[in-house]
């Protein structure tokens, strides 16, 4: 096939996430098999308008601010140019409703829709913008197959009126080569908690840094590391200081991967007390290395974590619990051990290889099915 796909970002953008990780590892799969794939996103300060990586022809204009307002036109000229077979829309963010000025079969993918979401996130302006443009996807969308990453999202679709013969589900794979479990990383001497994503206000960091206060007073000598960077560090910042946990709380910001998967192994738990998610993968990339998970009972969360064997879940937005939590698995050894050897069980059902061959077939079907 000739594939054209469409996301806000590519992988080597600064704001890219576990959207941008997903889509990229089924791209450069896809090419592997064969097949022909142009990426168009937005473009970002340093990018390339144009460059080839893993084979994935990727082509960026605009920038994060425009790039849903310049992309029809775009997309038309890409559409143009040559003969595509399929387009794969990913909906990051705010959709692009391609339907309404493209004639491609289109497999619609989607992490998570913000929803009210996006309210704890922004300013109520900028808010209530992207929420009004999510709310035509279900009648600009009816009637084009969905590919969803947890259970989570696509009961949320079904709830929207999205009929749920059109959503399929491929879990995010693992890269096992680099997630790996090493025996020899001891894990550190201080009790410590970790946290590891984009620092963004609906991760809900701030609930652990406060957990963090009550966990310090029942277990001495714990620490919290909050590892990434975004928009709302500053804040957090601010909190840890006004907590009095001082040093107790390290802000290292971005962190090459070797450094990344070192820390995920030696920490006691990881945590991702985010208010909603696609599916939580640094979850599984935690479990993968031998690292237990403390999450909030969330969307997609609940999908990544089994409750009891691979981590421990707690209800969204409760601080009490979420330090109850921590406790537990910072001071009960045996417990910790049986969520160890349970998480890394369940990471090793999660592959891209698989992944990708799941989406390869059925964007064959969707592109055949609509010619």
């Known amino acids: 096939m000739n594939i054209l796909a469409l996301n806000w970002n590519d992988l080597s953008n600064p704001y890219a996430g576990g959207a941008e990780v997903h889509l990229a590892e089924l791209l450069r799969r896809l090419v592997a098999y064969g097949h022909r794939v142009t990426l168009f996103c937005s473009n970002y300060p340093g990018g390339k308008p144009e460059e080839v990586i893993a084979g994935i022809r990727i082509v960026r204009r605009g920038n994060r601010y425009n790039f849903n307002l310049i992309a029809p036109l775009h997309l038309r000229r890409l559409a143009r140019a040559e003969t595509f077979d399929l387009l794969v829309e990913d909906v990051n963010k705010i959709p692009f409703y391609t339907p309404l000025y493209l004639r491609l079969p289109t497999l619609v993918v989607i992490p998570h829709l913000f929803?009210?979401?996006?309210?704890?996130e922004i300013n109520a302006v900028l808010a209530t913008y992207i929420y009004l443009a999510e709310r035509p996807v279900v009648r600009v969308y009816r009637g084009f197959p969905?590919?969803?990453?947890s259970e989570s999202t696509a009961d949320d679709l079904a709830a929207r009126?999205?009929?749920?013969?059109?959503?399929?589900?491929?879990?995010?794979?693992?890269?096992a080569a680099t997630y790996s479990h090493d025996p020899a990383a001891a894990?550190?001497?201080?009790p410590t908690v970790l946290y590891l994503g984009r620092?963004?206000?609906?991760?809900?960091?701030?609930h652990l840094v406060r957990a963090m206060a009550l966990v310090r007073e029942r277990v001495p000598?714990?620490?919290?590391?909050v590892v990434g960077t975004g928009d709302y560090l500053a804040p957090l910042r601010a909190l840890?200081?006004?907590?009095?946990l001082g040093d107790d709380v390290e802000f290292p910001g971005y962190v090459p991967l070797e450094e990344k998967v070192a820390r995920m192994r030696r920490a006691h738990v990881a945590v991702l007390p985010s208010l909603k998610e696609g599916w939580g993968l640094t979850n599984?990339?935690?479990?993968?290395?031998?690292?237990a998970v403390v999450a909030a009972d969330s969307p997609g969360l609940r999908d990544s974590v089994r409750d009891g064997e691979t981590g421990l879940l707690y209800p969204y937005g409760d601080i009490a619990a979420l330090a109850e939590r921590l406790v537990r698995v910072l001071t009960d050894v045996p417990l910790r051990q049986r969520l160890e050897a349970g998480a890394l069980r369940w990471a090793a059902r999660f592959n891209w290889d698989d992944a990708a061959r799941e989406f390869e077939a059925l964007a064959l079907r969707v592109a055949e099915g609509r010619r």
């Open 115 to 120: 929803a009210t979401t996006v309210f704890r």
């Open 146 to 149: 969905f590919n969803v990453i």
């Open 161 to 175: 009126g999205i009929p749920r013969a059109d959503i399929s589900v491929i879990h995010c794979g693992i890269d």
């Open 187 to 190: 894990k550190y001497e201080r």
């Open 199 to 206: 620092i963004k206000k609906y991760k809900s960091v701030q």
């Open 221 to 225: 000598g714990a620490r919290l590391m």
């Open 240 to 244: 840890a200081a006004k907590m009095g």
């Open 284 to 291: 599984i990339e935690a479990n993968a290395v031998g690292t």
